[in-house]
């Protein structure tokens, strides 16, 4: 049975009306999203997608169309109305918008202050939230006092306070380091399946939709250019622009002229641990595999790879370093014409 449609877009457009003239960001925009799922929506800079994720909510009034969010109509509603639909779709931001005079445990509790909520039920709300985002010992501290990452699992905390059916997440992760992206990304995938929450991710990175969202919809020049399951997308982008986001143009190939080789000796390390490909990704190079014979047994990887290196030198060096840091054995050999 497919889960009900939580929101709706029909035919939206935005135009910004300038002394210049008019700006369209949106036009002829045709979404469905399901209910506990997590949806991206992807773009480059200046594609559309931070308008439209204004438009779901009605920061920003549509000039046209229609936005239909779990059977309402946003724009048949009254200000009382819109404002009570709003509390259904918490947000969270790149720049986190949190209050600098206010502790982490306030911060959270401001929307349920807003909402009326009595002082006592608002602080046992906020410290239950602290707690889910793996923040409760910090419930005293200030923002100054928290790191980026811990700034942002305040802001979703914040965002969850009162109950929201989706949360809106707009380029939530854009100001992280790479580890502490992936542990937010984590804790949202985690919050998706506890919470049954659906989650609306706005994003310029691919790698984020490729870690947390089922389905993706990619916009390009203001409108919709392709929209799919993330895996068939990534199989087989059919658009222009879904190529080069999966595959970003200017990205240097690999120049694989030398002849030195690496081989690695796989020893009982774990068969689940992807080491070459964490290196690449670690190094940001990558390797030409020549040969391979290893085998799984009780879990464990045993065996060895021949690898081809790049002739980036200063690719090289990240890899050995690489290696001999995860205790990885390898011997260096050169290629026999």
């Known amino acids: 049975m497919e889960a009900k449609e939580m929101i709706r877009i029909e035919g939206l457009d935005k135009v910004f009306r300038t002394k210049n003239g008019d700006i369209t960001a949106l036009q002829n925009i045709h979404l469905s999203i399901r209910a506990g799922e997590v949806f991206g929506i992807i773009g480059l800079s200046g594609a559309g997608k931070s308008t439209l994720v204004r438009c779901i909510n009605f920061l920003e009034r549509p000039t046209a169309g229609k936005v239909v969010f779990d059977g309402q109509e946003l724009g048949s509603l009254s200000p009382a109305g819109l404002r009570e639909a709003r509390r259904s ?77 989706v949360l809106l997440c707009d380029e939530a992760t854009s100001a992280l380091d790479p580890t502490t992206t992936r542990s937010i990304l984590a804790l949202l995938g985690e919050i998706n399946r506890s919470l049954g929450i659906t989650i609306v991710v706005i994003t310029h990175e691919m790698s984020v939709i490729e870690e947390l969202c089922s389905r993706v919809a990619i916009i390009d020049q203001s409108e919709i250019a392709e929209v799919g399951a993330v895996e068939e997308i990534f199989r087989q982008p059919k658009t222009p622009i879904a190529k080069k986001l999966i595959f970003p143009a200017g990205a240097p190939a690999a120049s694989f002229g030398g002849k030195r080789c690496l081989r690695i000796v796989f020893n009982g390390n774990s068969s689940f641990e992807p080491i070459v490909g964490n290196m690449i990704l670690e190094c940001g190079a990558a390797v030409n595999i020549m040969y391979a014979d290893t085998k799984d047994i009780d879990g464990k990887a045993f065996g060895q790879m021949l690898l081809q290196l790049p002739e980036d030198e200063a690719a090289v060096r990240r890899m050995l370093s690489y290696l001999t840091l995860h205790d990885i054995s390898y011997k260096e050999e050169t290629i026999h014409a």
């Open 89 to 165: 779709m918490g947000m969270i931001f790149q720049g986190f918008h949190l209050l600098m005079q206010r502790t982490a445990l306030q911060n959270v509790c401001f929307p349920l202050e807003i909402a009326k909520t009595p002082k006592k039920q608002a602080e046992a709300r906020a410290r239950e939230l602290l707690e889910l985002v793996g923040l409760s010992d910090r419930a005293g501290s200030y923002p100054a006092q928290l790191s980026g990452g811990q700034k942002q699992r305040v802001a979703i905390a914040r965002a969850l306070a009162t109950s929201p059916k």
